[in-house]
């Protein structure tokens, strides 16, 4: 649990954003874990707070004490529809990678929806997330538990190299899905993390056009209409974008990995949910 060393009232955050009671929309991610967990309905709110709490434990994150890191609004997103088709087309080679993944509920989705586990990656900075992502969908020994890769590593250690345990991902990858990840970090510390997911991305095979096999990365994250840094409830600095300082600050990462990325914002109101992940 953190303590007071790290700046901050421990049980003050927990007031403003540990919930006691499952969210309304919890119906997706329960027929999620009956379905592909196969764990009895009646079983599911004790299951998933004896989760959540161990999580918790490890770090207090909004996203954590809120219940937000069983969300699977990601579904609805067109690009994610878009990585499904191709990672599900016959023959397909394609590869997917969940950046910051925590306990991996997009990767067990995929694989929910008939993507073969061995070409699903996951990376995150806390090993305890990944090993509770294990024990929420009791897959541990299941095709996924199995076949899928799942990497413990930060992506700004060591300046533009990261850690060295990333580079099993170099030169793998075909989509990344980054959602409330850049939103944590300075403008700076994006371009590192930027810089380093662009090495995970493969070579577009022969013979794939731009929109069937081209590298892509999409997800959510907090934004701003008057782009500006900020800093969060625990003093870290951070940057909001809108679409134009994220196209520049993806046009700055091209220039300097020699790539050339097209980027397309939709921006929406969303009330309540700030960038403190």
């Known amino acids: 649990m953190a303590d007071n060393k790290e700046g901050y009232d421990p049980e003050e955050i927990k007031a403003k954003i540990y919930h ?22 009646e079983e599911v709110s004790a299951h998933i707070h004896a989760i959540r709490d161990r999580m918790w434990a490890v770090k207090p994150y909004v996203c954590i004490g809120s219940f937000r890191f069983l969300s699977l609004a990601f579904v609805d997103n067109p690009h994610y529809q878009t990585s499904l088709a191709r990672l599900r087309a016959p023959g397909s080679t394609a590869t997917f990678l969940d950046m910051a993944c925590c306990v991996g509920q997009v990767l067990r ?102 929109d069937e096999g081209g590298a892509m990365i999409f997800g959510r994250q907090a934004a701003s209409t008057s782009p500006r840094e900020l800093t969060g409830v625990r003093g870290e600095r951070r940057f909001l974008h809108d679409a134009a300082t994220w196209r520049r600050m993806w046009d700055e990462v091209g220039e300097a990995t020699g790539t050339r990325w097209r980027t397309e914002v939709e921006m929406e109101d969303v009330v309540g949910q700030g960038p403190d992940e």
């Open 20 to 41: 006691a009671e499952l969210p309304y929309d919890i119906g997706p991610i329960q027929q999620l874990l009956e379905e592909y967990s196969g764990i009895p309905a």
């Open 109 to 210: 989705h995929l694989a929910w929806s008939g993507v073969d586990p061995s070409r699903l990656y996951g990376a995150d900075l806390e090993r305890p997330f990944i090993e509770a992502g294990y024990d929420l969908f009791r897959d541990r020994n299941a095709s996924l538990g199995k076949q899928a890769t799942f990497v413990v590593g930060d992506a700004l250690a060591g300046g533009n190299g990261g850690d060295p345990v990333l580079e099993v991902l170099d030169g793998k990858i075909s989509i990344v899905h980054a959602s409330a990840f850049f939103h944590l970090f300075t403008w700076q510390d994006q371009v590192v993390a930027a810089k380093r997911i662009v090495r995970f991305f493969r070579e577009q095979p022969s013979g794939e056009d731009e």
